[in-house]
C-alpha cells in the first residue's frame, strides 16, 4: 500500500468575512461573503439569518460568477448608432448626470406627465416613487403590473394582507398545506425550508400547477389543473365546506364582514353597499334584541342569515347570507366544475374532505392567553392547521383577482388566517385596506415644477377615486386606475411602451426605466416593442418615444434600445436597504429589516442607481433632494438611509434607531445606525410579543405593538372583506347607477369582472381564442437555478439552463406525431415562433410549457453570438400580445386582469405543428452588438487557481 | 494498480441524500463548485464560459428523470409520470474500482475514514478510473488535466478553524431542503446510520459489488386525494341554503 500524501487539512480559507444581503432573486438571504486576495473566494448562507438560517441556493451560490460577469457595463454610456444597434461610446458621470438633468428638468418644467419612470426588479420602491412624487409626473410605478399584483391587491381588499411578502404558512404547524403555482425565485429559500419541516414531520403537501416540476415533483399529492381554472376548484372546495357545515361560524362573525348587512335596493346607488350609521359605521342585526347595531358593539350576537328592515325601512341582509347562497349554487359542484378544472370530482372532494378534517378534527392549541381588540380575554390561541400560498401561477391570468380572492375567502371560512398552523401575518401586515393610500395623479395633482399632491399607487375605493379626466379618458400613461384597470395598485408597467408609442393617451417625451428588461423577455409582443423602441415620427424625423434612459449592470437587451445609459453596480459593491417601508422581510413572529453594503470596491466606474437617483434629485432641485439653496440633502444612498424619514422618527431602517442605537421602529436618526446593522449581520430582528403573535387582525397587544413600532399612528385592526364593497361600487358605475359611470364601452366587463363576491370567469386570451384553431395552454415556469434574464451570463448557471425545449404532453405528441427533439411551429393568435420539443407526462395534458427567460438576444449579456440561449432558447412572450384582439366594435383590451390591469401571461392558447425543418429557433433577430468595445469575455475560466493548495 | 486499505476502514465517511424531499435546485451543484474551484487541488476549470459549446469540470450534478411508475405507486391525481431529482456525485465505495484501477497511485482510498481522492501530483490524467467507475462520478479538467472529483470537502471537514456545526461538506450545508446529510456510516448510531436503517436507505447499483458508502433514501409512501372522498360528512337537507340557514340558527343558538 501506498503512503497517503499528508494533507493541510485545516487552513483558513479567507483573509475575512463580510456580511451582507444576497440580490441573485428577490429572496433577500443573508450571506458571507469570504474575500482573499481582495477577491471573493466563497459565499455561503449567513447561519444567524432568519429568511434563510445558513442555507444557500445555486443562485446565491455563483454570486462570484455574477460579479465578475463580463456582462457587465464599466461607465456610463451614449448611444452614437441608431436605436437597437448597440453603438454607444464611454462617457463621463458628469456628462451622464448633466444630460439627463437637462432632459429632465425640462420636462419638468414644461409638463411632468411627459416623464414615464418605471422600475423593474429592484428593491427601493420607497426610494424611486418619493423621488417620481417630488419630481411631479403622474407616471411612476414599479413593475408589479406585470408580475403579480393580483396577488397583492386581491389579498390586501380581502385580509388586509397577501402571500409571500405580507404573510407566510407556519411552516412549522402547519398539518396540509396547499400551494397553488409558484414562481420558485419568490421566496425560495423559505419555502425548500420550509416544505422539507413539514414532510419531514408527516404533513401533507398539495400542489395545485399544470406542470410537475420543482415543489411539485416532492409534493404528496399532485393536482394538474387546468390553467386559469383555479377558482373553480377553490370554490368547488367552498360548495363542499359549506354543505358539510365545515365553516368557523364563531371566526367569521369576530373577524369578517360576514354579518355585515348589505342593501337590497335594486336600481339604486346604494343597493349592494353596507348599510352604515351616521358615523359610517357597517350594521349588522342584532338576534337578542332584534334591533339593528353598529358592527362590532360589545355583546351583539350578529344574524348572519335573513332579511332585515334597516331603520330608513329599506331591506339588508347579512352579506354571508348571499355568500352562502351564491357558492351552494350546484354550478359550484365538484361534478359540475369537473371537466373545465381536468380534475375528478373525487380529487376535489378529496381535497375538500382533507382540508376540513384537518382544520376541525385536527384543530391545535397554543396555551397563551390573549385580548382582542373589543376587549374580550381568551385563554389560549386556537389553529386551525392548514396553510395555503400561491403565486403567479393564479395572479398571472386575467381572472386572477377574482381567483386569489377566492383563495382568501376559503382561508377565513375554515378560519385559519393567522392562527397556529395557518397562513400567517408578516409585519407591517396586516394593514386593512383603509390604511393605503388613494392613487394620485389626476390633473389637479400635478403641474410645472411642483410635486405629485400624493402617492402614485393606492387603491380607489371606489370609481371617484380614479385617475381620470371629465371625459372618463386615463391620466396615466399606463391607463392605470382607469375604467381599463380600476384598480391597478401596481400599475403597468408592460402597457408603457405600447400607449407611449400609440401616443394613448398622450405622447411622452423621456422614457425612464430601471432594472426592467422591456427590449425582451419583461415584454409582450417582443417583436413589437422592439419596433415601437426604435419607430420614428414620420414628420419630425424623430424616435416616437424621443428620449430614453436606461439603468442596468449589465448588458442586456435593453440596453441596446437606450440613449443613455446609468450603469448600476452588483449586488456587492453598494449600499441598500429592504425596508418595512418597501418590500419586507418579516417573518410572523418577528419584525425585520436589512441591509447591503459595499463588501467589495468597484473596479470600475459605475454607481448605484440609488445614489444617483439622488443626485439627479439634488441636481433638479427637488424638494426632499435639495434645500431651497439646491445644496444636496443627503451625500448618498448610505446618509439618506440613515438620515431620511418618512414621518418623525420612521426611516427606511427600522433597527438600531435613537441616538444611543437602543430604539426599534421610532427613533431618531443614528449616524452609527449602518454600523451596528454590518456588527449585526446586516439585519435586525424585534420578536413580537408572543401574546401578540396571532389573530394579529383582531389582537390588542399586537395592535399596541404595532403602533409602538411606527407601523401606524393608531391601531389599524382589519376585518376580512369577504363581500367587497369597493367592487360593488364599480359594478353601480357599471350599471349608470354611481358616479363617475362608466362609459358605455366598459359596462358589460365590469358587470362580469367585479363581483363583491369571488367568481370565476373565462380567461379573456381563451375566450378570445377559438378552441378548434388555438386548443391548448402554453406556459412558463421559472427555473430554481435563474433569475428571470440574469442567469445566463453566469458562467455556472448557465450550464444548468443553456437552452429551454418546450415540453410537450405524451397526448398532444401523439395526436400530432411529434417526437423528442422535434422541432414545431407553436401559433398563437398574434405571432408564431419556432421551438425544439421534448416530451413529458409530468404537466397537464392540455398544456404545453418551457422554463421563463432563458432565450436571449444574440449579442447580448456578453454571450457569443452563437450561444444556444440565443440559437435554441425562446420565449413564449413572442406569441403574447399586449391587447387582445378586437371586439366586434374594433375596441382592443389590455391583454391584462380587468380589475388590477395584472399581465395575462398565463392566458396564452396555441396550437402546434411540426415544423419542416429544424436548426435554429424563431424569430431570430439579427445580433446585437457589444456597447463600446467592452472587453471580449474569455474563452476559458479557471477561478480560485491561484488559490489551488 | 493501486490498492484499497486492507482493513476495513474505522470511519465510512459519506452522505445519505433523500429523494424524498430533493426539488432539484442545483443549490449543491453550484455550492460545490464554488467552494472547491478555491479549494484542494486545481480550480474546477470552465470551457467556452460564455461561448456556443460551454462546458466545464462538476464533482456534483443532479440528474432530473420523469418516471411512470408501472404496477407500482400510482400518486398523481392528474397522470402518473413523475418528475425525480436525483443528485449523484462520488459514493465513495468500500470496493472502489477508480482506485484499484489507478496505475500511478494518485486515487487512494483514505484508511483513516474512506474517502477516495485523488492525488493530483500523482495523476496522469489517463482517465482509467472515470472509465472505471460506474457511476460517471469523476470528471476530468479539461485545464489542469487532473481528475477532479468529490473529496467530501475535506478542506471543511477537519477545519478546525471552522466553528464545529460548519464542518461538513459544502453541499450538506447549503441545501435548502435537508435533503443531504453527512455522518459515519460505520457507526451504527450515527445519524445517517439511523437515517438509512428507518427509512430503508438504498445503494446505488448494488449489482455493481463496488459497495458504495453513500446511500439514497427512497420516496415516502403517498396517497391520491380521491381516497379522502367519502370522508366528508354529508350534512342534512344539503339541497340548498335553507337547509344550511336552519343549521346556521342552531349553530348560532350555541356560540
Not at chain 1, 138 to 165: D, K, L, Q, R
Not at chain 1, 686 to 712: R, S
Not at chain 1, 768 to 781: C, L, M, R, T, W
Not at chain 2, 99 to 107: D, E, I, K, L, Y
Amino acid at each position: 500500500m501506498s503512503t497517503e500524501p499528508r494533507l493541510a487539512l485545516s487552513e483558513p480559507i479567507a483573509d475575512e468575512v463580510r456580511k451582507t444581503t444576497c440580490y441573485m432573486c428577490a429572496c433577500r438571504c443573508g450571506i458571507n461573503v469570504h474575500l482573499k486576495d481582495g477577491k471573493i473566494r466563497y459565499i455561503e448562507g449567513n447561519r444567524d439569518h432568519p429568511v434563510n438560517r445558513g442555507v444557500l441556493c445555486a443562485k446565491g451560490s455563483a454570486g462570484i460568477m455574477q460579479h465578475y460577469a463580463p456582462a457587465r457595463l464599466r461607465a456610463p454610456l451614449l448611444r452614437t448608432g441608431p436605436r437597437g444597434s448597440g453603438e454607444f461610446r464611454e462617457i463621463s458621470w458628469d456628462e451622464a448626470l448633466e444630460t439627463a438633468t437637462g432632459w429632465l428638468g425640462e420636462v419638468r418644467a414644461r409638463d411632468p406627465r411627459k416623464l414615464a419612470f418605471f422600475t423593474g426588479r429592484d428593491q427601493s420602491q420607497s426610494l424611486t416613487g418619493f423621488w417620481a412624487q417630488q419630481f411631479g409626473t403622474p407616471n411612476y410605478a414599479a413593475h408589479g403590473g406585470f408580475c403579480s399584483v393580483n396577488m397583492a391587491a386581491a389579498g390586501i381588499m380581502t385580509i388586509g394582507g397577501a402571500f409571500w411578502e405580507f404573510g407566510a404558512p407556519d411552516w412549522d404547524r402547519t398539518k396540509l398545506f396547499v400551494m397553488f403555482g409558484v414562481a420558485e425565485d419568490h421566496d425560495s429559500n423559505p419555502i425548500k425550508i420550509g416544505i422539507s419541516k413539514l414532510k419531514q414531520r408527516g404533513a401533507r403537501f398539495v400542489s395545485v400547477n399544470p406542470v410537475r416540476t420543482g415543489y411539485s415533483a416532492v409534493a404528496d399529492s399532485w393536482v394538474g389543473i387546468r390553467p386559469g381554472t383555479d377558482a373553480l376548484l377553490v370554490l368547488a372546495i367552498v360548495h363542499e365546506l359549506l354543505k358539510a357545515r365545515k365553516i368557523d361560524i364563531d371566526y367569521l362573525i369576530r373577524y369578517s364582514n360576514a354579518p355585515w348587512l348589505v342593501i337590497d335596493a335594486p336600481d339604486t346607488a346604494d343597493h349592494g353597499l353596507f348599510a352604515r350609521d351616521e358615523d359610517g359605521k357597517p350594521l349588522v342585526f342584532e338576534t337578542v334584541t332584534e334591533r339593528v347595531v353598529a358592527a362590532g358593539a360589545t355583546g351583539a350576537r350578529p344574524a348572519l342569515s335573513g332579511s332585515h328592515r334597516l331603520p330608513d325601512g329599506r331591506r339588508a341582509c347579512p352579506s354571508f347570507h348571499l355568500l352562502v347562497e351564491k357558492y351552494l349554487d350546484p354550478k359550484y359542484a365538484p361534478e359540475a366544475v369537473a371537466e373545465e378544472t381536468g380534475l375528478s370530482a373525487a380529487t376535489i372532494r378529496g381535497l375538500a374532505a382533507e382540508i376540513a378534517r384537518t382544520a376541525f378534527d385536527e384543530a391545535i392549541e397554543i396555551d397563551q392567553p390573549w385580548t382582542d381588540i373589543y376587549g374580550e380575554r381568551h385563554q389560549s390561541f386556537v389553529g386551525r392547521p392548514v396553510s395555503f400560498h400561491a403565486m403567479r401561477g393564479i395572479a398571472a391570468h386575467s381572472n386572477g383577482f377574482q381567483t386569489t380572492r377566492a383563495l382568501h375567502l376559503l382561508q377565513v371560512l375554515i378560519g385559519s388566517i393567522d392562527c397556529p398552523g395557518g397562513f400567517r401575518f408578516e409585519p407591517p401586515y396586516p394593514k386593512p385596506l383603509d390604511a393605503h393610500p388613494t392613487p394620485h395623479g389626476r390633473a389637479e395633482h400635478f403641474g410645472s415644477n411642483k410635486p405629485l399632491s400624493g402617492p402614485h399607487l393606492g387603491f380607489p375605493r371606489g370609481p371617484e377615486d380614479l385617475l381620470i379626466d371629465d371625459d372618463g379618458k386615463p391620466s396615466r400613461i399606463d391607463k392605470a386606475f382607469s375604467w381599463d384597470a380600476p384598480i391597478a395598485a401596481h400599475g403597468m408597467m408592460h402597457m408603457v411602451i405600447a400607449n407611449a408609442h400609440a401616443g394613448d393617451p398622450y405622447p411622452i417625451d423621456v422614457l425612464f426605466m430601471y432594472m426592467a428588461n422591456m427590449a425582451w423577455n419583461s415584454s409582450m409582443n417582443t417583436a413589437g416593442t422592439m419596433k415601437m423602441l426604435t419607430d420614428k415620427d414620420e414628420a419630425t424625423g424623430e424616435y416616437r418615444i424621443p428620449k430614453i434612459i436606461y439603468s442596468d449592470a449589465y448588458d442586456s437587451e435593453m440596453v441596446a434600445y437606450a440613449d443613455l445609459i446609468l450603469p448600476d453596480t452588483t449586488y456587492l459593491e453598494r449600499y441598500d436597504c429592504i425596508s418595512l417601508l418597501d418590500r419586507p422581510i418579516s417573518e410572523p413572529d418577528a419584525v425585520q429589516d436589512a441591509i447591503r453594503w459595499p463588501v467589495i470596491e468597484p473596479d470600475r466606474d459605475v454607481r448605484g442607481f440609488q445614489t444617483v437617483m439622488l443626485d439627479l434629485g439634488a441636481r433638479l432641485a427637488l424638494p426632499g433632494f435639495a434645500d431651497a439653496h439646491g445644496v444636496p440633502l443627503y451625500k448618498d444612498y448610505a446618509d439618506y438611509i440613515v438620515r431620511h424619514e418618512r414621518r418623525p422618527g420612521i426611516g427606511p431602517l427600522a433597527g438600531f434607531r435613537g441616538s444611543e442605537g437602543d430604539r426599534a421602529g421610532r427613533g431618531a436618526p443614528n449616524p452609527d445606525q449602518l454600523k451596528r446593522y454590518i456588527e449585526n449581520g446586516s439585519f435586525f430582528s424585534a420578536h413580537i410579543p408572543l401574546e401578540a403573535q396571532f389573530f394579529k387582525h383582531a389582537n390588542q397587544a399586537y395592535q399596541d405593538f404595532a403602533v409602538k413600532m411606527g407601523f401606524f399612528d393608531t391601531p389599524k385592526p382589519v376585518i376580512f372583506q369577504l363581500y367587497s364593497e369597493p367592487l360593488q361600487k364599480f359594478r353601480l358605475a357599471g350599471e349608470g347607477l354611481r358616479e363617475p359611470a362608466a362609459p358605455e364601452s366598459h359596462r358589460e366587463r365590469i358587470m362580469a369582472a367585479f363581483d363583491p363576491l369571488p367568481d370565476w370567469y373565462r380567461p379573456f386570451g381563451e375566450a378570445a381564442a377559438d378552441e378548434g384553431e388555438f386548443p391548448y395552454h402554453a406556459i412558463s415556469q421559472r427555473p430554481m437555478a435563474m433569475y428571470h434574464s440574469w442567469g445566463s451570463m453566469n458562467a455556472w448557471l448557465r450550464q444548468i439552463h443553456t437552452k429551454n425545449p418546450l415540453y410537450v404532453p405524451g397526448k398532444i405528441c401523439d395526436a400530432h406525431g411529434l417526437v423528442s427533439g422535434d422541432w414545431v411551429w407553436l401559433t398563437s393568435r398574434h405571432s408564431r415562433i419556432k421551438v425544439q420539443i421534448q416530451r413529458t407526462d409530468a404537466v397537464n395534458d392540455g398544456t404545453m410549457w418551457t422554463w421563463n427567460a432563458v432565450g436571449k438576444r444574440r449579442g447580448a449579456w456578453a454571450l457569443d453570438k452563437n450561444a444556444p440561449e440565443g440559437t435554441k432558447g425562446f420565449l413564449l412572450n413572442h406569441l403574447i400580445h399586449e391587447l387582445l384582439p378586437p371586439k366586434k366594435d374594433g375596441m382592443r383590451w389590455s391583454n391584462s386582469d380587468p380589475v388590477t390591469g395584472q399581465a395575462a401571461w398565463y392566458d396564452l392558447m396555441v396550437r402546434i405543428e411540426k415544423a419542416d425543418t429544424g436548426g435554429e429557433a424563431e424569430p431570430n433577430f439579427p445580433a446585437i452588438s457589444r456597447p463600446a468595445d467592452l472587453p471580449e469575455p474569455p474563452d476559458e475560466l479557471r477561478y480560485g487557481q491561484e488559490w489551488a493548495s | 494498480m493501486t490498492t484499497l486499505p486492507s482493513l476495513p476502514t474505522p470511519k465510512k465517511l459519506g452522505l445519505v441524500i433523500d429523494l424524498d424531499i430533493c426539488v432539484g435546485c442545483h443549490a449543491c451543484v453550484v455550492n460545490c463548485k464554488e467552494w472547491n474551484t478555491g479549494g484542494y487541488g486545481a480550480a474546477l476549470s470552465d470551457q467556452h464560459p460564455y461561448g456556443a459549446d460551454v462546458s466545464g469540470t462538476w464533482l456534483n450534478r443532479i440528474h432530473t428523470f420523469e418516471v411512470t411508475p408501472e404496477g407500482g405507486e400510482i400518486v398523481g391525481e392528474a397522470g402518473d409520470a413523475r418528475i425525480v431529482h436525483f443528485p449523484k456525485s462520488c459514493l465513495h465505495c468500500e470496493d472502489a474500482p477508480c482506485v484499484t484501477v489507478c496505475p500511478t497511485g494518485a486515487s487512494y482510498k483514505r484508511a483513516e475514514d474512506g474517502i477516495v481522492l485523488v492525488d493530483e501530483e500523482k495523476c496522469i490524467g489517463c482517465g482509467l478510473c472515470a472509465w472505471a467507475c460506474p457511476y460517471g462520478a469523476r470528471e476530468m479538467d479539461l485545464a489542469a488535466g487532473v481528475m477532479k472529483k468529490c473529496t467530501l470537502c475535506i478542506d471543511r471537514i477537519y477545519n478546525e478553524t471552522f466553528e464545529e456545526v460548519d464542518r461538513v461538506p459544502a453541499c450538506v450545508r447549503t441545501c435548502p431542503a435537508s435533503a443531504r446529510h453527512f455522518g459515519d456510516f460505520a457507526d451504527p448510531n450515527s445519524a445517517v446510520s439511523i437515517m438509512v436503517a428507518e427509512r430503508g436507505g438504498m445503494d446505488l447499483m448494488p449489482e455493481q459489488g463496488t459497495k458504495p458508502v453513500n446511500k439514497y433514501l427512497p420516496p415516502r409512501p403517498r396517497k391520491p386525494l380521491s381516497e379522502s372522498a367519502g370522508m366528508l360528512p354529508l350534512a342534512e337537507n344539503t339541497a340548498d341554503a335553507k337547509g344550511f340557514f336552519a343549521w346556521l340558527d342552531g349553530m348560532l343558538d350555541r356560540i
